[in-house]
């Protein structure tokens, strides 16, 4: 009789641990954050950079995932580390969204800004193109940073550190994609401007670019609109053609977005003259009544994940 007891007891456990479907697994699943801090480079100084990957990542081992830098790496994920006490809770609407199947699941690393922020997403070589004016107006505007703001282009290096460092991490420490129509990269303000600057820069690294809210003043106003037209004369010639890459931009009306529309207006007639289709390999969108903040672009993550990673 005892023997038939513990001989019942066994079965009951055996079928207790039997592996669970995979239903069961992708409920059970958890994505994650590794946190690379102070992440060296021989280019431009240490920063944390925030690499999350999805449930999907851990479901199936023997797939490779498409990658998506994003700047301003502290404002992606928690609140707790964001500039302003609001995230873009890229994460958790990014794994709703896969989840749902709208988008491809994908790694997606956060960038931390530091201090040299504006001079890190400053689009170097549209300096080339500034007239004599715009570079006295551009010369004030760095003495007006103060001391202990460096005041020289950092954008060429800062690219450097992020192809030929972190990338080649990215692609020996992950089950990344690394070939160019799986390397995307995205940001918001000035992080928009560097976005389009890296691809233009680097064709043959990402595929795709996001710019949200793009600054196009080049951190100034509307009074000085100089820079602006130096950095659409650099795409003119840089930024490639259409067939290969996928470009997406919006806007907001309000605050500081409110300066932005004539200047995508006139982006979104150079994107025509390279042959970009709207709907097809690029949008622009325009969002009534948007700020220029978190909050905004929290509310919109949905819509730029979506076609940057559409399936």
């Known amino acids: 009789m005892k023997i038939m007891l513990n001989l019942l007891i066994s079965l009951l456990f055996l079928n207790g641990c039997a592996t669970p479907s995979l239903h069961s697994n992708a409920t059970a699943a958890q994505s994650r954050i590794d946190y690379l801090n102070a992440f060296s480079s021989r280019y431009v100084i240490p920063r944390n950079v925030e690499v999350w990957l999805p449930r999907q990542y851990f479901l199936t081992p023997n797939?490779?995932?498409p990658v998506l830098y994003m700047h301003d790496g502290q404002n992606l994920f928690s609140l707790h580390s964001a500039n302003f006490g609001v995230a873009w809770e890229v994460d958790d609407i990014a794994q709703r969204l896969m989840d749902e199947g709208k988008i491809q699941p994908a790694i997606i690393v956060g960038i931390w800004s530091t201090a040299q922020r504006?001079?890190?997403?400053?689009?170097?070589?549209?300096?080339?193109?500034?007239s004599e004016q715009d570079g006295a107006v551009l010369d004030q505007l760095k003495q007006h940073l103060g001391a202990g703001k460096n005041t020289e282009y950092l954008a060429d290096d800062y690219l450097r550190f992020i192809v030929s460092e972190l990338k080649p991490y990215i692609d020996r420490h992950y089950r990344s994609l690394p070939e160019r129509t799986n390397t995307l990269i995205a940001g918001s303000s000035m992080g928009g401007l560097i976005s389009i600057y890296a691809l233009a820069e680097y064709?043959?690294?990402?595929?795709?670019?996001?710019?949200?809210?793009?600054?196009?003043p080049l951190f100034l106003n509307n009074d000085h609109p100089g820079p602006a037209a130096s950095f659409r004369q650099y795409l003119q010639v840089q930024l490639p053609r259409a067939s290969t890459h996928r470009i997406y931009f919006d806007y907001g009306t309000a605050t500081l977005d409110q300066y932005y529309e004539i200047h995508q207006q006139q982006v979104d007639a150079l994107?025509?003259?390279?042959?970009?289709?709207?709907?097809?390999?690029?949008?622009?969108?325009?969002?009534?009544?948007a700020e220029h903040n978190e909050q905004a672009w929290q509310a919109r993550i949905d819509v730029i994940l979506e076609f940057l990673l559409k399936p």
């Open 118 to 130: 504006r001079m890190e997403y400053f689009p170097e070589r549209a300096a080339q193109y500034f």
């Open 63 to 65: 797939t490779a995932l």
């Open 203 to 216: 064709p043959e690294v990402f595929g795709s670019a996001a710019g949200v809210s793009t600054h196009w």
């Open 271 to 289: 994107m025509v003259e390279k042959g970009y289709v709207q709907g097809r390999d690029w949008v622009t969108k325009k969002f009534p009544g």
